[in-house]
Nanobody, 125 residues
Framework: QVQLVESGGGLVQAGGSLRLSCATSGRTFSAYAMGWFRQAPGKEREFVAA????????SYADSVKGRFTISRDNAKNTVYLQMNSLKPEDMAVYYCAARLVPVLSSLVFDGYNNWGQGTQVTVSS
């Protein structure tokens, strides 16, 4: 198990930027594939982005492709989500997630078993 703590959410105007961070506990962060998800009021949680253990592979939901960037720093046990050109429809609670995987290049899109508490992103129009 790994503990996940998100930060960096807040209020931003449309077109602005935010960087979310997800700090993890433990010494085995590099053994986990990581992902970001979001949940808007009245909607189901949806996939946003994923990154492999090595950071060499990434994937994005079509709705954020070209605007969001996922990255990780295995020395700091932290995964990031850089969000640019934010839109009102990006407003949601953002969650990071972790899953232990054996392959360095694997991306995980579902089946995560470790979740953070979430951080609110509010985008004003």
């Amino acid at each position: 198990q790994v503990q996940l703590v998100e930060s960096g959410g807040g209020l931003v105007q449309a077109g602005g930027s935010l960087r979310l961070s997800c700090a993890t506990s433990g010494r085995t962060f590099s053994a986990y594939a990581m992902g970001w998800f979001r949940q808007a009021p009245g909607k189901e949680r949806e996939f946003v982005a994923a990154i492999s253990r090595s950071g060499g592979s990434t994937s994005y939901a079509d709705s954020v492709k070209g605007r969001f960037t996922i990255s990780r720093d295995n020395a700091k046990n932290t995964v990031y989500l850089q969000m640019n050109s934010l839109k009102p429809e990006d407003m949601a609670v953002y969650y990071c997630a972790a899953r232990l995987v054996p392959v360095l290049s694997s991306l995980v899109f579902d089946g995560y078993n470790n979740w953070g508490q979430g951080t609110q992103v509010t985008v004003s129009s």
